[in-house]
């Protein structure tokens, strides 16, 4: 069966400093992943989503950059965290295009 | 572009009620897939049920059923006889290709 990881769980982080969060996918092979932030009490704002190694696309303008090294490995980062950086962020994966399955969540807090 | 409607922001019942949550969405495609998520305090976003745009027939989960509706482009989600587990955020999603579009979600509280 199929398992997404993320880590770490939870980071607390100064502005300014730089981040790296990873996601891996065990189970599948070519999967779709996808990068997610959850702002408290929100929604879900698609971040990045790739379709293969090295494959990257950006939904929304910011600070944050994605790479996907492995086939299922996908990495989220910034060089200098903003405030407005802080929220939940998700990893999901999906096979052709369809339903997406979630990890279980990096919690940001950047103060 | 995809949009998705949860007009609920929170439901609050007491246990064994029924909470209908709503959703509707706006697309111009005519193939597309519909979702419910269930997201627990925890965190994790849980996969409910995935309907193709095709497929009108309404389904039931045990206590879960959902009623599609194309022609008022709804997506309707009933969790009968609630219990306390059922506290969390339901979100609605839209989908086509390799993107998802979600609703604000509903937080639902399920009171003992």
């Known amino acids: 069966s199929q398992t997404i990881h993320q880590w770490p769980a939870t980071l607390v982080q100064p502005v300014g400093s730089p981040l790296s969060l990873e996601c891996t996918v065990e189970?599948?092979?070519?999967?779709?992943l996808y990068w997610y932030r959850q702002a408290a009490g929100r929604g879900l704002q698609l971040l990045f989503y790739?379709?293969?190694?090295?494959?990257i696309s950006s939904e929304v303008p910011q600070n944050l950059s994605a790479s996907r090294p492995q086939d299922r490995q996908f990495i989220l980062s910034s060089k200098k965290l903003l405030l407005s950086d802080s929220g939940f962020y998700l990893c999901?994966?999906?096979?052709?295009?369809?339903?997406?399955?979630f990890g279980p969540g990096t919690r940001l807090t950047v103060l | 572009a995809q949009k998705v409607t949860q007009a609920q922001t929170e439901i609050s019942v007491v246990e064994k009620e029924d909470v209908t949550l709503d959703c509707v969405y706006e697309t111009r495609d005519t193939t597309y897939y519909l979702f419910w998520y269930k997201q627990p305090p925890s965190g994790e976003l849980v996969f409910l049920i995935r309907?193709?745009?095709?497929?009108?027939q309404n389904e039931i989960s045990g206590r879960y059923s959902w009623n599609f509706q194309k022609s008022t482009s709804s997506f309707n989600f009933t969790i009968t006889a609630s219990q306390v587990v059922d506290s969390a955020v339901y979100f609605c999603a839209l989908g086509n290709d390799y993107k998802l579009s979600f609703g604000a979600g509903t937080t639902v509280t399920v009171r003992a």
């Open positions: 189970g599948t092979s070519n999967p779709n």
């Open positions: 999901a994966w999906s096979v052709e295009g369809v339903e997406q399955f």
């Open positions: 790739s379709v293969g190694i090295g494959q």
């Open positions: 309907r193709n745009s095709f497929d009108e």
